[in-house]
Nanobody, 124 residues
Framework: QVLLAESGGGLVQAGGSLRLSCAAS????????MGWFRQTPGKGREFVAA????????NYEDSVKGRFTISRDNAKKTVYLQMNSLKPDDTALYYC?????????????????WGQGTQVTVSS
């Protein structure tokens, strides 16, 4: 069983920053590709960013490139999402996900485990 717990969400003004964290337990963290997704009411989960288990290559959704940075600390079993220059369109429930040795990073169904989500609200 893999458990993921997100934290760091909140209310921020447009242009501000937040750092999300996702702490993992119960598995060999370094063997998992870690991803961040977001969801708004009435829509499916949208890919935001991912960091590959082997080598640490990163992948970003186009609208967050240059503003968001994903990173991981395997010793702490934690993945981070640094979000800068936030926009009202970034408002969503953000989920952390883990996929065992996953290569296809953008498809939610490919991930094995999910956290409960943390709310990010950006005011204009």
């Amino acid at each position: 069983q893999v458990l993921l717990a997100e934290s760091g969400g909140g209310l921020v003004q447009a242009g501000g920053s937040l750092r999300l964290s996702c702490a993992a337990s119960g598995h060999t963290f370094s063997s998992y590709t870690m991803g961040w997704f977001r969801q708004t009411p009435g829509k499916g989960r949208e890919f935001v960013a991912a960091i590959i288990w082997n080598g640490g290559r990163t992948n970003y959704e186009d609208s967050v490139k240059g503003r968001f940075t994903i990173s991981r600390d395997n010793a702490k079993k934690t993945v981070y999402l640094q979000m800068n220059s936030l926009k009202p369109d970034d408002t969503a429930l953000y989920y952390c996900a883990a996929g065992y040795q996953l290569v296809d990073t953008t498809t939610p169904l490919e991930y094995d485990y999910w956290g409960q989500g943390t709310q990010v609200t950006v005011s204009s």
